[in-house]
T-cell receptor, first 114, second 110 residues
Framework: DAKTTQPPSMDCAEGRAANLPCNHS???????VYWYRQIHSQGPQYIIH???NNETNEMASLIITEDRKSSTLILPHATLRDTAVYYC???????????????FGQGTTLQVKP | NAGVTQTPKFRVLKTGQSMTLLCAQD?????MYWYRQDPGMGLRLIHY???????AKGEVPDGYNVSRLKKQNFLLGLESAAPSQTSVYFC?????????FGQGTRLTVV
C-alpha cells in the first residue's frame, strides 16, 4: 500500500477556503485517493475520493495532480464545524487483486478559527 | 438503516480477562475491518475480512482474534487483556466505494 504524507496541522479562517495537501509519490495506477475526517473521537467520516480526475461533491473538492503523486482537498467555505483531523489514504478499490484496506497515517489537524 | 453498530460502547476490564467486541452492519458489505486508535494517533488496522468465513491480519494483530461467521457480523476477541490494549476500537465496513465506520468502543484495561 502506498504511503501518504500530510502536514501535521493547519489553521484556516472561518469562511475561507481550506486547502489540505497530501503527497503520495509511490501511488500505483490502480490506487484511488480517499479523504476522511474525524471529529473529536467519533468514527471517521468519508469525504471524497478520486482516481485521476478532479472530483467535487457537496462537502469538498479533490484536486489530483496529473502525475498523481499529490492531491489537495479543498473545503470551499470552512466553518467551525470543519475543525477535525483529515486523513488522506490511498487504496486499491475492490475488483482488483487487493483487499481495499484502508491504512491511516497521522493526518492533518485542521483548526478553523473565527 | 443503522449502518455500522458496535457493542458495547464502553468497557472496563481487569488484566487477564477476556471479552468480545461485536460489529454489525446492515449494508450487505463484503469487507469489514477492526481498528484501534490510541490518544493522539491515527487508526491502526488490527484485522480485516474480505467476506464471510475469511479473516486476515492487519498492522497490529497480536493479542487479538477475529471471526466472521456471518456476513453482517465481525467479532473482535481479546483472550487475555493487557493494559497496552487500552484504546478506542473502531469497526468499519465497505464494498466498492467508501467505508462506513461505527462510533467506537472505548476499552480500558486496568
Amino acid at each position: 500500500d502506498a504511503k501518504t504524507t500530510q502536514p501535521p496541522s493547519m489553521d484556516c479562517a472561518e469562511g475561507r477556503a481550506a486547502n489540505l495537501p497530501c503527497n503520495h509519490s509511490t501511488i500505483s495506477g490502480n490506487e484511488y485517493v480517499y479523504w476522511y475526517r474525524q471529529i473529536h473521537s467519533q468514527g471517521p467520516q468519508y469525504i471524497i475520493h478520486g482516481l485521476k480526475n478532479n472530483e467535487t461533491n457537496e462537502m469538498a473538492s479533490l484536486i489530483i495532480t496529473e502525475d498523481r503523486k499529490s492531491s489537495t482537498l479543498i473545503l470551499p467555505h470552512a466553518t467551525l464545524r470543519d475543525t477535525a483531523v483529515y486523513y488522506c489514504i490511498v487504496r486499491v478499490v475492490h475488483g482488483s487483486s487487493n483487499t481495499g484496506k484502508l491504512i491511516f497515517g497521522q493526518g492533518t489537524t485542521l483548526q478553523v478559527k473565527p | 438503516n443503522a449502518g455500522v453498530t458496535q457493542t458495547p460502547k464502553f468497557r472496563v476490564l481487569k488484566t487477564g480477562q477476556s471479552m468480545t467486541l461485536l460489529c454489525a452492519q446492515d449494508m450487505n458489505h463484503e469487507y469489514m475491518y477492526w481498528y484501534r486508535q490510541d490518544p493522539g494517533m491515527g487508526l491502526r488496522l488490527i484485522h480485516y475480512s474480505v467476506g464471510e468465513g475469511t479473516t486476515a491480519k492487519g498492522e497490529v494483530p497480536d493479542g487479538y482474534n477475529v471471526s466472521r461467521l456471518k456476513k453482517q457480523n465481525f467479532l473482535l476477541g481479546l483472550e487475555s487483556a493487557a493494559p497496552s490494549q487500552t484504546s478506542v476500537y473502531f469497526c468499519a465496513s465497505s464494498w466498492n466505494t467508501e467505508a462506513f465506520f461505527g462510533q467506537g468502543t472505548r476499552l480500558t484495561v486496568v
